[in-house]
């Protein structure tokens, strides 16, 4: 059924704006003057979810931050006793933007309409993930969302915080490969040849790195195309192999085994893990379905099928630290506080401090990493350019002292 946006004065000669659903725009002021409101203006909310109407580069309504915030404004208000579907009005009078307006006011459209929170936000699965949706619908069946929205955003800023930490790590060595890259190209493609041409009507004999730096030269400039497009071939074809589950379970596992990397993985997705189950445990939702949610954040895929094995040893009645201890792949120090927070009956705060610590061992760990790449990415820099110095000069020098 379409969608209409409305702005409408109620009763008391205030504005109200939103989003609600009828067959015609005649139909939706129909609707309005039914709710004691006076429409003054109606217009069709374009859907772009498919078909030609599709909107490629269009951003999302909430980036990381701003869902933060907003999840953040909303256990505020509901935990000051609001009822949600006058939050989320409330909320959609302080919009920042209209493409914000409208998606609250849908929402609360939906919630009026006595659809469940988390079903009303699995309709915009563009701005919130199945994660998200499902830990607002794990509280809203505890009777805790208030709660859990406000768990929620601590644990998203938590979140977008170790992610930030982890991108700053990696953006230096990230530019010196890429600054590198370039001046390596463009030695090879331009100064190179220059040397070629000066002696190629010698009838000197080149030094070895000189003849190797122009057959390299010469493979650059007649095949940097073709090396593009095999590049390019390369990815197109890796992203659509990863999108089969098996070949995406085998990538996820060998990526966890290697030497910095996987642990590096392993530690942030066991972070996540233990953060989202300490969260709806606090919430009082059931293990299973906390554990289920839980799984769900894993971003790889062998560690999900762990987790899912350990949610069925659960199941069956086995310690939750027993469960996770049967894979290798867990870090040991969550197995640890897990069993401490089921001996002492306090498991939601231990899985909080195991995600504490294993976010702060992310960070350290690549931090160290990010130290040690540093020095290194620029000593390989200095010696390629370095070689290609000497590639060039050194035919100089003998010409030099041919000439002596």
Request: net charge positive; proline share 4%; with cysteine.
């Amino acid at each position: 059924m379409p969608a209409y946006s409305f702005e409408a004065l109620d009763a008391q000669g205030q504005t109200r704006r939103g989003v609600l659903e009828a067959d015609t725009a005649r139909t939706a002021r129909s609707q309005l003057r039914a709710q004691d409101l006076v429409p003054l203006k109606v217009e069709p909310v374009q859907r772009t979810s498919s078909g030609l109407n599709t909107v490629i580069w269009e951003s999302r309504i909430f980036s990381s931050t701003a869902l933060a915030v907003w999840t953040r404004q909303l256990s505020g208000l509901v935990n000051a006793g609001l009822p949600l579907e006058r939050a989320l009005a409330a909320l959609s009078d302080e919009a920042e933007t209209p493409r914000q307006r409208d998606l609250v006011s849908a929402l609360r459209t939906e919630v009026n309409a006595g659809a469940p929170f988390a079903k009303a936000l699995s309709q915009h699965p563009r701005e919130f993930s199945p994660i998200f949706t499902a830990v607002i619908g794990a509280g809203e069946q505890s009777g805790h969302l208030g709660l859990v929205l406000e768990r929620l955003a601590d644990d998203l800023q938590e979140q977008q915080n170790l992610c930030g930490k982890l991108l700053a790590a990696g953006l230096y060595p990230a530019i010196v490969c890429v600054v590198a890259l370039v001046i390596v190209l463009f030695l090879l493609a331009y100064v190179v040849p220059q040397v070629a041409q000066v002696f190629g009507s010698n009838q000197q004999q080149l030094p070895a790195l000189t003849s190797f730096m122009l057959a390299l030269s010469s493979f650059v400039q007649n095949f940097w195309l073709w090396g593009l497009l095999l590049v390019a071939a390369f990815t197109a074809g890796g992203h659509i192999a990863l999108k089969q589950a098996d070949v995406r379970l085998r990538f996820d596992a060998a990526w966890l085994q290697l030497p910095l990397i996987g642990r590096l993985a392993r530690g942030y997705n066991a972070a996540r893990f233990a953060s989202t189950l300490a969260m709806l445990a606090t919430a009082g939702v059931p293990i299973l379905k906390a554990l289920q949610a839980a799984a769900d954040t894993l971003s790889n895929t062998a560690l999900k099928r762990d987790a899912q094995d350990a949610l069925v040893l659960v199941r069956e009645g086995a310690p939750l630290a027993s469960a996770l201890a049967q894979h290798a792949r867990f870090p040991r120090l969550l197995v640890m506080f897990s069993r401490l927070g089921e001996q002492t009956g306090t498991l939601p705060t231990m899985l909080q401090r195991a995600a504490a610590q294993l976010s702060e061992e992310v960070q350290r760990r690549a931090l160290q990493l990010a130290t040690i790449l540093e020095p290194l990415l620029i000593v390989a820099m200095g010696a390629m350019v370095m070689l290609i110095v000497l590639a060039v000069m050194l035919p100089i020098i003998q010409l030099n002292q041919w000439v002596r």
